[in-house]
């Protein structure tokens, strides 16, 4: 069974605070999600990574793949209320198989 | 922008009974897929689709679930006999050959 452990699985902090979440496995994956999931709501993708070492940005949100492509970071700088959610990591395995979620971060931003 | 769209956003049954939930996919998407989430717990795979037929499912899609494409558009989940246990959102989603995929809003099912 291929796992994916989110850390941390709670995460409260101040608006204005810098944060990371991240994703480990022992697999490698194909391609790695991003996900943003509101309450009653589908998760809504933020990025794909696919290249060992590649990191992507979105405005204030940094996002690494390992080198192995077993591991990924979510880097949020600045953090603001809006970004209060449940942030999902999704592996996915070649030729388009299932995607393997992580449990997700609960991140909750105070004004 | 294209977005995967599920219908109904409820649907509330009795157990025992059949109920199909509907997704039309993004349509220049080739790879289909259905997982669920029950409340509080974390998204689970159930199957994927892929030039019409099931590339890979779990052990969740037992004898009860079945997948569809019945036309050029829709792709559909039944499950046969609903179960307590089988109240969940059920998610559709679609993709690329890169793997990315993209989420519906979500079918909450509620078995009474």
């Known amino acids: 069974t291929q796992l994916l452990e989110q850390s941390p699985q709670f995460l409260s902090i101040q608006e204005g605070e810098n944060l990371t979440v991240y994703c480990n496995s022992s697999s490698v994956f194909s391609s790695l999600q991003w996900y943003r999931q509101e309450p009653g709501e589908g998760p809504v993708l933020l990025v794909t990574?696919?290249?060992?070492?590649e990191v992507k940005k979105l405005k204030r949100l940094t996002f690494q793949f390992g080198d192995a492509r077993k591991d990924s970071s979510l880097h949020i700088t600045a953090a603001q209320p809006g970004d209060t959610g449940l942030y999902l990591c999704a592996g996915a395995f070649p030729n388009a198989g299932k995607s393997t979620f992580g449990d997700g971060t609960t991140l909750t931003v105070k004004p | 922008e294209p977005e995967v769209t599920q219908t109904p956003s409820h649907q509330v049954t009795q157990m025992g009974q059949e109920v199909i939930l509907r997704c039309v996919p993004i349509s220049n998407h080739l790879y289909f897929y259905w997982y669920r989430q029950i409340l509080g717990q974390k998204v689970e795979f159930l199957v994927s689709f892929y030039n019409n037929e099931i590339s890979e499912k779990s052990e969740i899609f037992d004898d009860q679930f079945s997948v569809e494409r019945p036309d050029g558009s829709n792709f559909t989940l039944k499950i046969r006999s609903t179960k307590l246990e089988d109240s969940a959102m059920y998610f559709c989603a679609s993709g690329t050959v890169d793997s990315t995929q993209y989420f519906g809003p979500g079918t909450r099912l509620t078995v009474l």
């Open positions: 990574v696919v290249t060992g070492g």
